[in-house]
């Protein structure tokens, strides 16, 4: 009877540890994306904090399928002072056939010498079965994106991006939420 105790105990003691070292396990994604769906035009609703968009007061993002798998990327952001920057790029996904997790690489300085290291990791962590909300992350949980179809976004969708964020282990305290056109307007 000891034994079996004994035997118990290192078992629950190994399933405790199973993760011992392994580092943090990076959240959940979709299953996998319909690309045709997915592309089109996407409003940020919420983003935790990213050197390159410290500026950004609204973004958006455009994806366009291309040929050989690849998926163009446009990003815009409106400043406060109402001035708009744009950057292009193009994402593929990080295992040939699987479309949740992506590489994004954009054309800039950084990535003509660098190509390999400028490549950034864009996991699609949930998607509505009606492709007008979705959470976009790293998996070190150190980025994220709230995104819509719709500038304005209902308070359904964010209620359920806020939650599914949460649930993967994203601190969402630290948000930085869209502006809207009337806030762009009070600040200049």
Known sequence: MMRLLAALAAAAMLVGCANSGTGVVPPKTVESVDLQRYQG?????????????RNCAQSEALYE??????????NRCRTLDG???QVQGQA?????GETNKLWVRFENWASSLLPGLTKGEYWILYLDDDYKAALVGHPNREYLWLLTRDQ???TRHLATLLEEARSRGY???????R????????QR
């Open 179 to 186: 502006r809207t056109a009337a806030e762009m307007a009070l």
């Open 83 to 85: 001035d708009t920057q």
């Open 41 to 53: 035009t996407w409003y940020e609703q919420a983003r935790l904090p990213m050197f390159f968009q």
């Open 65 to 74: 399928l291309q040929e050989g798998g690849t998926i163009g990327v446009t």
């Open 92 to 96: 593929v996904p990080q295992v040939p």
């Open 171 to 177: 601190d969402t305290r630290e948000l930085i939420w």
């Open 152 to 154: 304005d976004a209902s």
